[in-house]
């Protein structure tokens, strides 16, 4: 039986933007009765980006967005690795979890501050002091993962003597494929936030150094102007690239 038809389909991708739809709604509703430039209405949001773009505002955009992916790369290949090896390997396991742990627990401020005072101000320390507060959600969600995977499927696997890449790539990833999706989904949301900090207290751009900027200044239509840019570009990798690719690595359950 088909889970679902071409109809449904496309009903159920009506429901974000409906949703959206409706909190824009709220939102003016909320900005008119309000009367208060402590909450700009869309449209004084909207006249503060055309603002903003005449002034660099969609290089400010790209230097943030080089900034996420370089660190979201980093932390997703390293904390993946350490994940899926501590969730096979007992021993390393034992000996290594309360390192991810502790540094679960470490301040992001703490992290980024120490690599700027170890680095100097510069766009390595930058990307490492996102990577570094990445690395241990990363690594526990993917443990998770490589800790359920099916022994059902392995023991096969050994019968047929599958070759180790094959077992990687249709045995061992398919079933991970959930985790990662969780990991990278958290991941980014997480990532572009420290990133915002880490641009407010070291990086002469960015969306973070421009929010900055505009809280000096108590221009919060600017502050939504650079917030919600970015939040739509997030949303975009969201509904473009994330949610399909998830879909596409279910498949296999069906």
Request: charged letters at 15%; proline letters at 4%; one cysteine or more.
């Amino acid at each position: 039986m088909r889970a679902d038809t071409s109809g449904s389909g496309a009903r159920g991708a009506l429901w974000p933007l409906f949703s959206l739809a409706l909190l824009l709604v709220l939102w003016t509703g909320a900005a008119a009765w309000l009367q208060s430039d402590l909450l700009p209405g869309p449209g004084a949001v909207w006249q503060a980006f055309q603002r903003e773009w005449q002034l660099g505002y969609l290089e400010d955009m790209l230097a943030t967005l080089a900034r996420v992916g370089a660190a979201f790369a980093l932390a997703m290949s390293i904390g993946a690795a350490l994940g899926i090896w501590l969730g096979m390997t007992p021993a390393a396991d034992r000996l290594l979890w309360s390192w991810v742990i502790f540094f679960l627990n470490v301040p992001a401020l703490v992290t980024i501050v120490l690599c700027y005072v170890w680095f100097g101000l510069t766009e390595t320390a930058a990307v490492l002091a996102v990577a570094i507060n990445k690395i241990p959600n990363v690594a526990a969600t993917l443990r998770e993962g490589a800790r359920a995977l099916s022994t059902d499927l392995a023991e096969m696997a050994r019968l047929y003597r599958m070759p180790a890449i094959a077992l990687l790539r249709h045995v061992v990833l398919p079933q991970l494929a959930p985790f990662f999706a969780a990991a990278a989904r958290n991941g980014l949301a997480l990532v572009w936030k420290i990133v915002l900090v880490v641009e407010l207290l070291g990086r002469p751009n960015g969306v973070g150094f421009e929010i900055h900027s505009q809280f000096q200044l108590f221009d919060v239509a600017g502050i939504f102007a650079y917030a919600l840019g970015f939040i739509a570009i997030v949303q975009a990798i969201e509904w473009l690239i994330l949610a399909p690719w998830e879909r596409a690595a279910r498949r296999w359950r069906r």
